[in-house]
């Protein structure tokens, strides 16, 4: 996924004009606030560490990004105020308990608007 072959994260997540571009193993995927319909966020058990991660999903396209890209906590902050229905200590409620996976809808357009 996102993963080099040292099991490092790889990737930037910046924001522009209008939305956010992920770009992770020379791949670029970029997205508009206006046609997110679902972010999930979820945790990676890497054996001594958990990892923060979020799936990005509009009709056409999905993306990876992890607490580890750079950019990740610019991100977030915009991200908390397009989508105010998030709650804002959602990173923290997905980190516990230790080591499981924890998948937990953030966001869905259908359900949110």
């Given at each position: 996924?996102f993963?080099?072959?040292?099991?490092?994260?790889?990737?930037?997540?910046?924001?522009?004009?209008?939305?956010?571009?992920?770009?992770?193993?020379?791949?670029?995927?970029?997205?508009?606030?206006?046609?997110?319909?679902?972010?999930?966020?979820?945790?990676?058990?890497?054996?001594?560490?958990?990892?923060?991660?979020?799936k990005?999903?509009?009709?056409?396209?999905?993306?990876?990004?992890?607490?580890?890209?750079?950019?990740?906590?610019?991100?977030?902050?915009?991200?908390?105020?397009?989508?105010?229905?998030?709650?804002?200590?959602?990173?923290?409620?997905?980190?516990?308990?230790?080591?499981?996976?924890?998948?937990?809808?953030?966001?869905?357009?259908?359900?949110?608007?």
């Amino acid at each position: 996924m996102f993963w080099n072959k040292k099991n490092k994260v790889t990737g930037i997540i910046e924001l522009v004009e209008s939305g956010f571009k992920v770009l992770n193993d020379e791949e670029v995927t970029e997205f508009k606030w206006s046609e997110i319909i679902k972010l999930t966020g979820f945790k990676i058990d890497l054996i001594t560490i958990d990892q923060i991660c979020l799936k990005i999903e509009s009709n056409d396209k999905i993306s990876y990004a992890t607490e580890e890209f750079e950019g990740w906590r610019i991100f977030v902050i915009k991200m908390l105020n397009e989508f105010p229905e998030i709650a804002k200590n959602w990173e923290g409620i997905i980190a516990k308990p230790a080591f499981e996976t924890k998948e937990t809808e953030l966001y869905i357009r259908n359900k949110n608007d």
